[in-house]
Structure formats: C-alpha cells, structure tokens
C-alpha cells in the first residue's frame, strides 16, 4: 500500500485535508451506516486528527485523538474508520496502532466501541467498561485500555 501517514492539530489541517477527512466520515458513518447524526460535535477543534491518504488525497483511514476532559476524563480515540475499499488488508490494525502509539504505550485510553467491534478492540488491550448502549441507533460499548 502506498500511503501517506498525517497527525495534525485542527487548526494545522488544511481545507483539502478537512474536506477529505469529512467525506470518509459521512460515506461510512451517514451514509453505509444510515446514521444520520451531527458530526460536527466541536470536538475536532480540540483534538489531533491521525489519518492516511492515497496518493491524490483521499482518506483510507482515519482518527481523532481527543484529549482528556473533552470527551472523557481519560484521553479517547474516536471516529475511527477505514474505508470500505481498504477493510481487510490491516490498515485498521495499523491505524490503531499508530493511534495507540501518538496518544503513549502507558496512556489510559477510552473509547465508545460499536458492539460488533468489541473483540476487534480487545486485540489492543482494550476492555469493555459499560454496558450496551445506544448511540444513535447503533450498539455501543465503552472500553478501556489500561497501560500496557
């Protein structure tokens, strides 16, 4: 795979890069997942924004590192996301790890899981802290990744 690696302050990001990130967002969160929710939650404008590009531009994979007291009292990864063309060739995998690797190994990390995803997240250390929820009409589950 011939991709490019970013990690950038929101305010570092340039309008291309916004753009390109917002469209991966919306294809896989609103639109595959029929989710209408408000993704402009003000988050970003505090987190870093972690993601790969294709060679032109386009986001393949994606994250946002939100630091501690934002979102929640520990630092979280959200909006995590690979795009359906490049699902199963361990991008995701290596999105986290690069995710897990920019926030420090020995960093308690939240985040609010998709259930289906639950095991996905386990393989990086990550537990279940919560019961089901739901989000916007999809199972969710908060988990925890203690130091390593």
């Known amino acids: 795979m011939d991709l490019t690696w970013h990690e950038r302050g929101f305010d570092e990001l340039t309008t291309r890069q916004l753009y ?27 987190s870093r924004h972690l993601w790969a590009e294709q060679r032109g531009g386009a986001v393949v994979a994606y994250l946002r590192i ?35 690797a920019a926030v420090g190994e020995d960093t308690v990390i939240r985040i609010s899981a998709q259930a289906y995803l639950e095991r996905f997240y386990g393989e990086f250390g990550f537990v279940r802290a919560s019961e089901l929820h739901d989000i916007d009409g999809i199972p969710h589950v908060d988990m925890l990744r203690r130091r390593a």
């Not at 630091?67 to 995998?93: C, D, N, Q, Y």
């Open 20 to 46: 390109a990130i917002t469209a991966l967002r919306e294809q896989v969160f609103v639109v595959e997942q029929n989710c209408p929710y408000l993704d402009a939650d003000g988050i970003d404008l505090a």
């Open 66 to 100: 939100v630091p501690a007291g934002v979102k929640f009292a520990e630092v979280s990864l959200g909006r995590v996301i690979t795009a359906a063309s490049m699902r199963r060739t361990g991008l995701g995998r290596e999105l986290m790890r690069r995710g897990i």
